[in-house]
């Protein structure tokens, strides 16, 4: 059984900074691409980043320069930097992992629970 959990969201002020982990634990055996989404209300879920085991990264237009993501395999977590906070930011951002279980399985994506994140004066 694989879980990611997600945590660091909250209540921010526009302009300020917020950091999301997202921890995978469970029964895995390569953990390869990971991503940050995200869902605002009446929204469809959209990527908000993403990167593969080598640390490449990919970002949607509305947050490149501002938010940043990176890894660390051995702790098999992820992370968000989210800088200059906007209030149209605001949403439950969720982790997604691409993970093997065993050597000899395809990979398939897991979902965290979700964590929000509210831009608000």
């Known amino acids: 059984q694989v879980q990611l959990v997600e945590s660091g969201g909250g209540l921010v002020q526009p302009g300020g900074s917020l950091t999301l982990s997202c921890a995978a634990s469970?029964?895995?055996?390569?953990?390869?691409?990971m991503g940050w989404y995200r869902q605002a209300p009446g929204k469809q879920r959209e990527l908000v980043a993403s990167i593969t085991r080598g640390a490449s990264t990919n970002y949607a237009d509305s947050v490149k320069g501002r938010f940043a993501i990176s890894r660390d395999n051995a702790k098999n977590t992820a992370y968000l930097q989210m800088n200059s906070l906007k209030p149209e930011d605001t949403a439950t951002y969720y982790c997604?992992?691409?993970?093997?279980?065993?050597?000899?399985?395809?990979?398939?994506?897991?979902w965290g629970q979700g964590t929000q994140v509210t831009v608000s004066s």
């Open positions: 997604n992992g691409d993970i093997m279980v065993s050597a000899l399985t395809t990979s398939r994506g897991y």
């Open positions: 469970g029964n895995i055996f390569r953990i390869n691409a």
